[in-house]
């Protein structure tokens, strides 16, 4: 079968598309063919060795966590899936194996979907959504009535978390280029602020909750918003510690099946809309990478990764 392998840490141009031979699932595994794959920033940092400290991997490496695809064959001890089942699931980062024509997933990590939902939408739900879906009330504890502010609210875990604070009962703030607010307030944004043209510390405070995707000066500043025995909830800094009376804490999503099965329910539900950027095939997953690397993609970017 096709990958997108490494065998050395680099740049998207480090990536090379080869035939791998992929294991028989074992106990307690399923071997899925792959339809979808996305992309998410810690592909990137897979790919560039700065994981290596805490997310170690072996050369060669399929990159790739997030994926979409139909049962083709499941192990000893394997009760919930057949063959033929279409499924959705997060790999283990260490493991990869997502940017590939199929891949061997353990059978926890995965959870049904129905015919009413694409591939595609279904393989950008896993890390994005489940990053939103913990950071709101795993580690921000979020509750009705109070105040969020997401930044980044138009990327892949903004456009998530907006949606699932203002089903929350949250009074929803968000920040986003001026080209995206009427996206994020269709997905349920009670105010969008223009951050190419307005500092938001300036127009905030009291803010109960922040998710922060972006880091550096913006964590910064977004200090001066939080209030007195809020929550600051970065996705990015590793080092991330409390400020006086405010908590900072970082969030780091492995994989959450029960999460991922209430996700997708919501979905099925017509209360979860899934913001699709581009679809690439998966001779095309370089160029997917690099739009990652190099932009703020609207939503989700997608590998379609079928034979």
Not at 33 to 50: H, Q
Not at 285 to 291: G, K, Y
Request: hydrophobic content about 45%; charged content about 20%.
């Amino acid at each position: 079968m096709k990958a997108l392998r490494i065998r050395e840490f680099g740049t998207p141009s480090h990536t090379v598309i080869e035939h791998e031979t992929l294991a028989a699932p074992g106990i307690g595994q399923v071997s899925v063919r792959v339809e979808a794959a996305s992309v998410n920033p810690l592909d990137l940092k897979m790919l560039a060795g700065y994981m290596q400290p805490f997310l170690p991997v072996s050369f060669p490496y399929t990159l790739g966590t997030d994926i979409a695809g139909i049962v083709e064959a499941v192990g000893p001890l394997v009760t919930r899936f057949k063959p033929g089942d279409r499924v959705v699931g997060r790999l283990e980062p260490t493991a990869g194996g997502g940017f590939a024509e199929s891949a061997v997933i353990s059978a926890h990590a995965l959870c049904p979907i129905s015919v009413d939902m694409s591939y595609e939408q279904a393989a950008a739900l896993p890390t994005a959504a489940g990053t939103a879906w913990l950071a709101l009330f795993g580690v921000g504890k979020l509750a009705a009535g109070q105040r969020v502010l997401i930044h980044a609210a138009a990327g892949g875990v903004g456009s998530f978390a907006v949606q699932f604070a203002k089903q929350a009962g949250a009074y929803v703030i968000a920040t986003a280029s001026s080209k995206n607010h009427d996206l994020v307030k269709a997905l349920g944004a009670d105010e969008v602020i223009d951050y190419r043209h307005e500092d938001f510390s300036t127009l905030l405070r009291d803010i109960d909750l922040v998710i922060d995707s972006i880091g550096g000066e913006t964590t910064e500043r977004t200090w001066r918003v939080v209030k007195s025995g809020g929550t600051l909830v970065s996705l990015v800094d590793h080092t991330i510690k409390g400020r006086g009376d405010v908590h900072g804490a970082m969030t780091y999503f492995l994989h959450d099946a029960a999460a991922l099965d209430g996700i997708v329910k919501l979905f099925e539900a017509k209360r979860l809309q899934v913001i699709l950027d581009t679809i690439y095939p998966l001779e095309d997953a370089r160029t997917a990478l690099e739009q990652v690397a190099n932009s703020h993609a609207r939503g989700k970017v997608i590998i379609q990764t079928s034979h």
